[in-house]
């Protein structure tokens, strides 16, 4: 079946600086993926859809500025957190989007990162 | 407004027992709905899924969903648990053409040896 990667697993960084979190379809092409925020002992939150050449839609409350998506190619898509603080802190999981045959879909989800910022 | 609600946060059931998730949705129209399993420090896994059809699904595991359009319940059901069915699970919702996905809260499921 296809397979989404994510890394890395789990990243821990200093307050201030900026975490690049990587999101592969490994056998299919993903026009569109999406990325999640999960607070501990809650549910997953969209933060945004990216578009493979487009510029990231952003869900309501979540600051384009502080989570820089890109979506440069058909297999990668990245979430940059800048400027990290504590409040950073969370689990982000990404979702890919397989379609083929016009009206087939499915989505796959990778395995997440645990983002911890001192 | 469009939601899904997962009433219970945490379950405990022993092992070999039955056990039943409840999930409600809220929405104007039929959506897609996804169970999802999440074991700690994982990505979610898809148990099952309902678009259309007959609506008992039938999903990996073991797992089955009912789909009552009456009462806006997609609820999931095993008849017997295994230890190694301890995780979090998900009840979602995907806006029919839409891909993305609204989840409910999650409910935390125990099994006792």
């Known amino acids: 079946g296809a397979v989404v990667s994510q890394h890395p697993s789990r990243v821990i960084c200093k307050s201030g600086t900026s975490v690049k979190i990587e999101c592969r379809s490994l056998?299919?092409?993903?026009?569109?993926m999406f990325w999640y925020r999960q607070f501990p002992k809650q549910s997953l939150m969209l933060m945004a859809t990216s578009n493979e050449g487009s510029k990231a839609t952003y869900e309501q409350g979540v600051e384009k500025d502080k989570f820089l998506i890109n979506h440069a190619s058909l297999t990668l898509s990245t979430l940059t957190v800048t400027s990290a603080h504590p409040e950073d802190s969370s689990f982000y999981i990404c979702?890919?989007?397989?379609?083929?045959?016009?009206?087939?879909?499915?989505?796959?989800f990778g395995s997440g990162t645990q983002l911890s910022v001192l | 407004a469009q939601s899904v609600t997962q009433p219970d946060i945490h379950i405990t059931v022993s092992e070999g027992a039955s056990l039943e998730l409840r999930c409600n949705y809220s929405?104007?129209?039929?959506?897609?709905l996804f169970w999802y399993v999440q074991s700690p420090g994982q990505g979610l896994q898809l148990l099952l899924k309902?678009?259309?059809?007959?609506?008992l699904v039938q999903g990996i595991k073991g797992f089955e969903a009912e789909f009552k359009r009456s009462q806006s319940s997609f609820n999931l059901r095993k008849p017997s648990v295994h230890w190694s069915d301890a995780a979090e699970y998900f009840c979602?919702?995907?806006?029919?053409?839409?891909?993305?996905?609204?989840f409910g809260q999650g409910t935390r499921l125990t099994i006792n040896p």
């Open positions: 979602a919702f995907a806006i029919q053409g839409a891909q993305k996905l609204v």
């Open positions: 929405y104007g129209a039929t959506p897609y």
């Open positions: 309902y678009f259309s059809g007959d609506t």
């Open positions: 056998d299919f092409q993903a026009t569109t």
């Open positions: 979702s890919a989007s397989q379609r083929w045959g016009g009206t087939n879909e499915k989505l796959f």
